[in-house]
């Protein structure tokens, strides 16, 4: 079992920046792909980025050059840095990575930016 915790939602102003952390407990998710989503009220979850263990880091278009997506192996925690934020990017953002065949999400961290 993993569980996943998400933190460091907040409301900030456009063009500020948040980071989001992702603390996973349960599992060393070391060798694991781990993803960011996102969603709004009255719309489907969407994917914001994600980090594999190895291979290449991939951005939703939406956010690509404002947002980076890093990872503490160590600590087993996983980040997502936005700048630049953008009213469009109000979401509750959700971590999310797949282990042993499961699929596991955090409970969200609230992102809100007000224009």
Same mark, same amino acid.
């Given at each position: $079992?993993? $569980?996943?915790?998400?933190?460091?939602?907040?409301?900030?102003?456009?063009?500020? =920046?948040?980071?989001?952390?992702?603390? #996973? =407990?349960?599992?060393?998710? =070391?060798?694991?792909?781990?993803?960011?989503?996102?969603?709004?009220?009255? *719309?489907?979850?969407?994917?914001?980025?994600? &980090?594999?263990? &190895?291979?290449? &880091?991939? @951005?939703?278009?939406?956010?690509?050059?404002?947002? !980076? &997506? +890093?990872?503490?192996? #160590? *600590?087993?925690?996983? /980040?997502?840095? %936005?700048? +630049?934020? *953008?009213?469009?990017? !109000?979401?509750? /953002? /959700?971590?999310? !990575?797949? @282990?042993?065949? %499961?699929? /596991?999400?955090?409970?969200?961290?609230?992102? !809100?930016?007000? +224009?």
């Amino acid at each position: $079992q993993v $569980q996943l915790v998400e933190s460091g939602g907040e409301l900030v102003q456009a063009g500020d =920046s948040l980071r989001l952390s992702c603390a #996973a =407990s349960g599992r060393t998710l =070391s060798r694991s792909t781990v993803r960011w989503f996102r969603q709004t009220p009255g *719309k489907e979850r969407e994917f914001v980025a994600s &980090i594999p263990w &190895i291979g290449n &880091i991939v @951005f939703a278009d939406s956010v690509k050059g404002r947002f !980076t &997506i +890093s990872r503490d192996n #160590a *600590k087993n925690t996983f /980040y997502l840095q %936005m700048n +630049s934020l *953008k009213p469009e990017d !109000t979401a509750v /953002y /959700y971590c999310n !990575t797949n @282990f042993g065949g %499961m699929d /596991y999400w955090g409970n969200g961290t609230l992102v !809100t930016v007000s +224009s």
